[in-house]
């Protein structure tokens, strides 16, 4: 059998560990539609993973403020992720190799010609899914629902947060804090301006020169005159931003949500797709138990995203078991830093 080798470089990932008790799982894998393409007797099937994580396995450990996240009945923090998966009508045809690719911003095309269309004569299995507890639903669109963490008393969780803003396009007067569809994360603990900062620059290495507190706002001015709309996830700039400097805006936030649940939902749902024979429901894997290996794939931000699943250990699940034999990663993946790209201090 034939596995093509993606247009990057392939990186052989290893399983760490051996099996550790405890396990976390697809609770639920529904198939929200089933749709059938073409005359290669392929289906595309869309859905929802419902999974939960064990907060006590030392895997899970590295997820940032897991140990604040709700719990339900049996000890678990739950996240529900989209899926699709590309697989033939006949899993007897099926080669036994699942091909995973990460979307970028939620957006992935598994049904597309060239490379695609060779792995379905192959009989290779597509698959993606979400990732991003940070966009906002929509169609066409991977997407992941996580708990917003808070402290044990139930108050909010607050934090400093910085983001950078450059390669606006000219006379923009308002720009979102978080680019793509964010659905709440890193809000302002205040909208009181004075109690952030925005600055200015020409380049990384020049002088960085403060903004007056009173000539921006966190706001929406696109469709009044500043100060504009009050918004906790737009900034306005009295008089615009300049693309000819870099801006950067430190404030505190509040309420997070678990955003690293988004490595152990792709760990959880390859690992089900590629071992898992019957969900917690009893309803059976729709790939019937046909899969031998499986290889993720990645670039840009996508690519970010695989190279911190692998460091960080995700490429185990909870079983001990590899979960991807190898990953396709782009030589341009990096850490974005364009306008609306936040990170936590």
């Known amino acids: 059998m034939r596995v093509p080798l993606f247009r990057a470089a392939l ?7 051996l099996a550790i008790p405890g396990q976390a799982e697809i609770r639920r894998l529904v198939v929200e539609r089933t749709e059938t393409l073409g005359p290669d007797g392929y289906q595309k099937l869309t859905g929802r993973a419902y999974g939960e994580v064990d907060p006590k396995v030392p895997l899970n450990a590295i997820i940032t403020d897991l ?4 719990r339900n009945t049996r000890g678990m923090v739950e996240y529900v992720a989209t899926f699709t998966i590309i697989k033939p009508a006949d899993m007897a045809k099926a080669s036994g190799v699942l091909l995973y690719f990460v979307p970028n911003r939620g957006r992935i095309n598994l049904t597309e010609g060239g490379f695609l ?3 379905r004569r192959q009989g290779h299995v597509l698959v993606a899914s979400g990732w991003q507890g940070d966009l906002e639903p929509a169609g066409g669109r991977e997407t992941l629902s996580v708990p917003v963490a808070r402290n044990l008393d139930g ?3 607050i934090g400093r947060v910085l983001a950078r803003f450059s390669d606006m396009p000219a006379n923009q007067t308002t720009l979102p804090i978080l680019r793509g569809g964010v659905a709440g994360t890193a809000d302002p603990a205040s909208l009181d301006t ?5 600055t200015r620059r020409a380049s990384e290495g020049s002088a960085v020169v403060p903004l007056r507190s009173e000539d921006w706002a966190f706001a929406d001015c696109s469709a009044a005159r500043f100060p504009g709309t009050p918004d906790p996830r737009k900034i306005c700039v009295k008089g615009g931003f300049n693309p000819a400097y870099l801006y950067e805006l430190a404030y505190t936030a509040r309420d997070p949500k678990v955003h690293g649940l988004g490595f152990a939902a792709t760990r959880d749902l390859n690992s089900y797709l590629r071992y898992g024979t019957k969900d917690a429901t009893g309803t059976p894997n729709v790939l019937g138990g046909r899969i031998s290996s499986a290889i993720s794939q990645g670039n840009s931000q996508s690519g970010t995203f695989l190279r911190s699943f692998i460091h960080l250990g995700f490429n185990q699940d909870e079983a001990g078991r590899i979960v991807f034999d190898g990953s396709g990663i782009s030589r341009s993946a990096r850490v974005p830093t364009r306008f609306g790209e936040a990170r936590r201090l």
């Open 194 to 198: 004075s109690k952030a900062t925005l």
């Open 117 to 119: 269309a060779d792995a």
């Open 155 to 157: 108050s909010s969780i």
């Open 67 to 70: 140990e604040f996240a709700p």
């Open 11 to 17: 990186v052989a990932v290893a399983s760490l560990g």
